[in-house]
């Protein structure tokens, strides 16, 4: 059996041979003396088209076969120059593997995205899914490529841990409780019992991820990261997966120029290995997609302060829900704003006020405000967050203390910056944010095989 995948990646090697294809119907018609069937076997985006004719034994039978049946077919491919497409399969043979029921849900008719999350069990047959989880698996590689072409040590951060890297709170307890023996014994507490440990879900593998750059020089993670936020938004998942790069002897210029560079490299991957994919979305998702991804591969990411920013954002005159002034969190309004309005690109925003950061990101001279910088992309807002790190072990303790963070939990993390802390910076790729920048998918729900937030956990 060939999978479809070679076929249409050489048919020309395949013309007027004896070929055996096994796939389920995508679609099928017939007439009194022959019919049509496309299938598609789950190796290729795109489908293969049979012809049929009244001379095969189950003729009367196949025009029957059910949208959605798995089936094998024997035939020869022909090149068909005339038609729509350049080849088909003449079928000698046709048998059912695995009829479908006539319940299926999957018919030619055009569903939304909403009523799609409902079946998340059958949308990645669907093709607005199979594109984009193929893109997803694409750029997955790529990441894995960028990194370790230039020798990352690829490090795999625990999924259970008793840090909060962000501090902020978000986070998912993890218990071996057993939940009503728990709410009989301590009421609702379940919060010290990992073990007769406090433990959660990790929000970012990056603290662990700074031990190791500081043997390795170069690392990464990829994994899961959990944020425990209630917010229904189209940007926010409770799991989602991060690609966290952490570097020693690297600070925030080095940090933004490789955030830029891998950002190109995935985005040239996915346009070189997933044509069909990205062809597909530019034509019934987002009509510019091709012409922005490629702008964006040939030309510098804007660089501006926050203070820039924030000047920048009021001098537009732009009336926003939010009020633009000097220490607010940017809104994602005002990031689209940014990237959408003025630059037209991807826009580094660095050098935030501290007090809208995290505790390690490291202190400017001017003391108001710390190395942070955040990647903003048209279409999708904050897609990147990172900064250098504070090094710094007496600046780092005074920050702890300020902000009443347990150091004596963190105490293996503060260490560090005692034993040859080097200089060094990181940043977090959120990877669905970017699978919807490739794409144009507008929801994270529909860029996540089995989304989790508040209302889906079906699956
Ligand atoms: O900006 P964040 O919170 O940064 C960190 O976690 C750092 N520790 C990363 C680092 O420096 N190593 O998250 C990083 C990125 C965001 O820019 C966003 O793309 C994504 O992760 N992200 C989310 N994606 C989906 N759903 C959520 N709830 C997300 N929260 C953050
Ligand atoms: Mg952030």
Redesign the pocket.
């Known amino acids: 059996t060939t999978d479809l995948r070679k076929l249409i990646g050489n048919p020309s090697e395949f013309f007027n041979k004896e070929i055996r294809l096994e796939g389920w119907i995508k679609t099928l018609r017939a007439s009194k003396q022959f019919g049509f069937i496309e299938i598609n076997d789950g190796t290729s985006f795109k489908n293969i088209q049979v012809v049929f004719e009244d001379g095969l034994d189950n003729f009367n039978e196949l025009k029957k076969f059910k949208t959605g049946a798995a089936i094998e077919v024997e035939g020869i491919l022909v090149e068909t120059p005339d038609a729509k497409q350049d080849y088909e399969v003449k079928a000698s043979l046709i048998g059912l593997i695995a009829d479908c029921d006539s319940s299926y849900p999957l018919q030619k008719k055009r569903h939304t995205l909403e009523y799609m999350r409902t079946i998340a069990h059958l949308r990645p047959r669907a093709n607005i899914y199979s594109a984009g989880f193929r893109i997803r698996s694409s750029a997955a590689f790529a990441v894995h490529k960028f990194f370790q072409e230039q020798g990352f040590i690829y490090v795999n951060t625990p999924i259970i841990t008793s840090s909060d890297?962000?501090g902020?709170g978000e986070m998912f307890n993890v218990t071996t409780l057993n939940y009503e023996e728990t709410l009989k014994t301590k009421g609702e507490d379940f919060s010290e019992d990992f073990f007769g440990r406090k433990t959660n879900l990790t929000?970012?593998?990056?603290l662990e991820?700074e031990t190791f750059a500081l043997a390795y020089k170069n690392v990464y993670t990829f994994g899961p990261?959990f944020?425990a936020?209630n917010?229904n938004t189209s940007?926010?998942?409770?799991e989602?997966w991060?690609i966290?790069?952490?570097m020693a002897f690297t600070d925030i210029n080095g940090n933004m120029d490789m955030a830029e560079a891998m950002i190109k490299y995935i985005i040239d991957y996915v346009l070189e290995n997933n044509r069909d994919e990205i062809e597909f979305f530019n034509k019934f998702v987002d009509k510019g997609l091709i012409e922005r991804l490629e702008n964006v591969r040939n030309s510098d990411f804007e660089r501006i302060t926050y203070t820039e920013a924030v000047e920048k954002l009021i001098a537009s005159g732009e009336k926003f829900d939010y009020k633009v002034e000097w220490g607010i969190d940017l809104q994602t309004e005002h990031e689209r704003f940014l990237t959408e309005s003025i630059y037209g690109k991807p826009v580094f925003v660095t050098d935030y006020p501290k007090e809208i950061k995290?505790f390690y990101m490291r202190h400017n001279d001017d003391n108001k405000t710390v190395a942070a910088m955040?990647?903003l992309a048209p279409g999708v807002g904050?897609?990147?967050?990172?900064?250098q790190r504070e090094e710094r072990h007496d600046v780092l303790m005074k920050k702890v203390e300020e902000l009443g963070i347990a150091a004596e939990e963190l105490w293996w993390y503060l260490e560090l910056r005692k034993f040859g802390c080097a200089y060094h910076s990181?940043?977090?790729?959120?990877f669905?944010?970017?699978i919807m920048y490739l794409t144009g998918i507008g929801n994270?729900r529909d860029v996540i095989p089995f989304p989790r937030t508040p209302n889906n956990a079906e699956f």
Request: no cysteine; aromatic share 6%.
């Open positions: 890297a962000e902020a929000v970012s593998g990056q991820a990261t944020r936020e917010s940007r926010h998942a409770a989602f991060m966290e790069p952490e995290a955040d990647l904050e897609i990147i967050g990172g900064s990181g940043y977090g790729l959120g669905e944010r970017l994270i």
